[in-house]
T-cell receptor, first 114, second 117 residues
Framework: KQEVTQIPAALSVPEGENLVLNCSFT??????LQWFRQDPGKGLTSLLL???SQREQTSGRLNASLDKSSGRSTLYIAASQPGDSATYLC?????????????WGAGTKLIIKP | NAGVTQTPKFQVLKTGQSMTLQCAQD?????MYWYRQDPGMGLRLIYY???????DKGEVPNGYNVSRLNKREFSLRLESAAPSQTSVYFC????????????????FGEGSWLTVV
């Protein structure tokens, strides 16, 4: 059964630092991997999607990498800002019960200190 | 630009009461989903609907029923609420009829906070 883990559960860094969030999964047979952002009291917003054949995707200050063989993805945030404070979740699309579904990590709560 | 709209946003229920969470999307999406989010755990799929008139169980369907009323609306019903159903519930939608198609983007509502006492 595919399991997705995000460590650490929480992270606090000073503004301006570059940082890396981690996501690991137990089965390399994934279709794609997505990173989402969740703000308190809000829904989730998709940030980046990496297909299984890709190694990385970039959007502005965000860069996500994927290493299927090691079961890992990282989300790199450059020059962090207080507005980046949120919970970041990763999800893999994989086969579950004969259908493709998104399987989610529990998230990393990120706090950027001014 | 409403996207996915869920109601109610907050609800407190007594054990054994019933209620329905409503969800509507205005993006003409085929697929709709209900997830629950609990502290320290990832989102877990309760039910999903790949198209109007069809529904399928997800990972944690027990204690819930759903209805895909039309293409826009997908409701989640708790027939006899239990404290274990205290959670944040998210409705979501995507264009594809199945997650197997495309690098689909999934859109979420803002969540419904449900407490069962």
């Amino acid at each position: 059964k595919q399991e997705v883990t995000q460590i650490p559960a929480a992270l606090s860094v000073p503004e301006g630092e570059n940082l890396v969030l981690n996501c690991s999964f137990t089965d390399s047979a994934i279709y794609n991997l997505q990173w989402f952002r969740q703000d308190p009291g809000k829904g989730l917003t998709s940030l980046l999607l990496i297909q299984s054949s890709q190694r990385e995707q970039t959007s502005g200050r965000l860069n996500a990498s994927l290493d299927k063989s090691s079961g890992r993805s990282t989300l790199y945030i450059a020059a962090s800002q207080p507005g980046d404070s949120a919970t970041y979740l990763c999800a893999v699309k994989a086969v579950w019960d004969s259908n493709y579904q998104l399987i989610w990590g529990a998230g990393t709560k990120l706090i950027i200190k001014p | 630009n409403a996207g996915v709209t869920q109601t109610p946003k907050f609800q407190v229920l007594k054990t054994g009461q019933s209620m329905t969470l409503q969800c509507a999307q205005d993006m003409n999406h085929n697929s709709m989903y209900w997830y629950r989010q609990d502290p320290g755990m990832g989102l877990r799929l309760i039910y999903y609907s790949a198209s109007e008139g069809t529904t399928d169980k997800g990972e944690v369907p027990n204690g819930y029923n759903v209805s895909r009323l039309n293409k826009r609306e997908f409701s989640l019903r708790l027939e006899s609420a239990a404290p274990s159903q205290t959670s944040v519930y998210f409705c979501a939608s995507s264009e594809a009829r199945t997650l197997a198609l495309s690098g689909n983007t999934i859109y979420f509502g803002e969540g419904s906070w449900l407490t069962v006492v």
